[in-house]
T-cell receptor
């Protein structure tokens, strides 16, 4: 699975958009980008995933650059409950459901 | 509530004790996982079970012994642990068919402290 690089921490004001970047410059053509988050002392929670097209669901939007070497997770209107560690994971979809987590980004949403 | 429960939520044990962690999923999944999360370290995958068969063991010490009696239940038996084994132990489940990704659902975890 390709290695990812995320900033260790970010801050965001409540009600504003939170944009979390992820670099994956060694991503291969059949690897997807997945995002999970982990609220303090809870289990991780799936957010969204994509291959090359931008994706949106009720939780977030995923923007993948045209060369697929980086992506951004967007929480359009961050709330205090969005404070969590966000993990960007790159992996081949056909390798089953196992996940390899990195360090992630600690997002703190401030009132 | 993710449909994956873990008990106990907190456990303190001495190095000579034997204890077990329990995980149960109510989602009809066929794969179950144990992860370890130590302080300030990424989650580490420990074991994977698929249709009750262990399919992955990531070089976990033998003082951790998993058991999967059926697709809904997963145990982690602990004995002669070390203080560095203190961590949050997370259970997850998913569908797992060859060549297909399915979302993993995580339980709330067991916070283990070894004294």
């Amino acid at each position: 699975d390709a290695k990812t690089t995320q900033p260790p921490s970010m801050d965001c004001a409540e009600g504003r958009a939170a944009n979390l970047p992820c670099n994956h410059s060694t991503i291969s053509g059949n690897e997807y980008v997945y995002w999970y988050r982990q609220i303090h002392s809870q289990g991780p929670q799936y957010i969204i995933h994509g291959l090359k097209n931008n994706e949106t669901n009720e939780m977030a939007s995923l923007i993948i650059t045209e060369d697929r070497k980086s992506s951004t997770l967007i929480l359009p209107h961050a709330t205090l409950r969005d404070t969590a560690v966000y993990y960007c994971i790159v992996r081949v979809e056909t390798s089953g459901s196992r996940l390899t987590f990195g360090e992630g980004t600690q997002l703190t949403v401030n009132p | 509530e993710t449909g994956v429960t873990q008990t106990p939520r907190h456990l303190v044990m001495g190095m000579t004790n034997k204890k077990s962690l329990k995980c149960e999923q109510h989602l009809g999944h066929n794969a179950m996982y144990w992860y370890k999360q130590s302080a300030k370290k990424p989650l580490e995958l420990m074991f994977v079970y698929n249709f009750k068969e262990q399919t992955e063991n990531n070089s976990v010490p033998s003082r951790f012994s998993p058991e999967c009696p059926n697709s809904s239940h997963l145990f982690l038996h602990l004995h002669t642990l070390q203080p560095e084994d203190s961590a949050l132990y997370l259970c997850a489940s998913s569908q797992d068919l060859a060549g297909v990704w399915y979302e993993q659902y995580f339980g709330p975890g067991t916070r283990l402290t070894v004294t």
